[in-house]
């Protein structure tokens, strides 16, 4: 098994463009998280995904993120525009339940 | 909302030496789960407690999960450098949402 697939792993962007990180849960997997990780903040959760439905978004920082899951094999985390503060690694995780997670190997993304 | 805080925030021992960190929740978990991350890497799942009082091993690490459900640690015996990372534990509470603590990092002096 390819574990979770995420793209780009790294993104430099200027302030103000729209960012689109990619992810590819595992085949099988029900629930999909997105997370973001900073030194100051820690692993936050952003959004999580329930048979492609979003079932809290409570996470999201503001209306700049958004996230879809048209499919169960594919997501997309969006921030438009994007600001420096945004600069983080951005984590996507599936899990079979709601239980143990598996996380991808991140997108390093910095906003200049 | 619900809060899990972690201490220490850092650790570092020497090669050999003992290493806990400890997980506290500001309610009620339903479960408990720990995570390992190295370095430039991603949180790797290392168990889930569900149990009041639940006690797990694995090879060197000791997993608790406290009495009343709020608490929890980890602890390694005897440490060798590639335990070198940050653990994390992550509760869950009434919500289906885990919410992490902030984690301990560890480093080892060979």
């Known amino acids: 098994d390819a574990g979770v697939i995420q793209s780009p792993r790294h993104e430099v962007t200027e302030m103000g463009q729209e960012v689109t990180l990619r992810c590819k849960p595992i085949?099988?997997?029900?629930?999909l998280f997105w997370y973001r990780q900073t030194m100051m903040r820690g692993l936050e959760l952003l959004i999580y995904?329930?048979?492609?439905?979003?079932?809290?978004d409570s996470g999201m920082p503001e209306d700049r993120f958004s996230a879809k899951m048209p499919n169960a094999s594919f997501s997309t985390l969006k921030i438009q525009p994007s600001e420096p503060r945004d600069s983080a690694v951005y984590f996507c995780?599936?899990?079979?339940?709601?239980?143990?997670?598996?996380f991808g190997p991140g997108t390093r993304l910095t906003v200049t | 909302g619900q809060q899990v805080m972690q201490i220490p925030q850092y650790q570092h021992v020497q090669e050999g030496e003992d290493f806990t960190t400890y997980c506290n929740s500001s309610?009620?978990?339903?479960?408990i789960q720990w995570y390992k991350q190295r370095p430039g890497g991603h949180p790797v799942f290392l168990i889930q407690?569900?149990?009041?009082?639940e006690v797990k091993k694995q090879k060197r690490l000791t997993f608790q999960f406290g009495e009343a459900k709020k608490n929890s640690s980890l602890h390694i015996t005897a440490t060798q450098t590639t335990d070198v990372g940050t653990y994390f534990c992550?509760?869950?509470?009434?919500?289906?949402?885990?919410?992490f603590g902030q984690g301990t990092r560890l480093t080892i002096n060979p």
């Open positions: 992550a509760g869950r509470g009434g919500a289906q949402k885990l919410v």
């Open positions: 085949s099988g997997h029900d629930y």
């Open positions: 995904f329930n048979n492609n439905v979003p079932i809290d």
């Open positions: 407690l569900v149990k009041s009082g």
């Open positions: 995780a599936s899990s079979p339940a709601l239980y143990e997670q598996y």
């Open positions: 309610t009620t978990l339903s479960n």
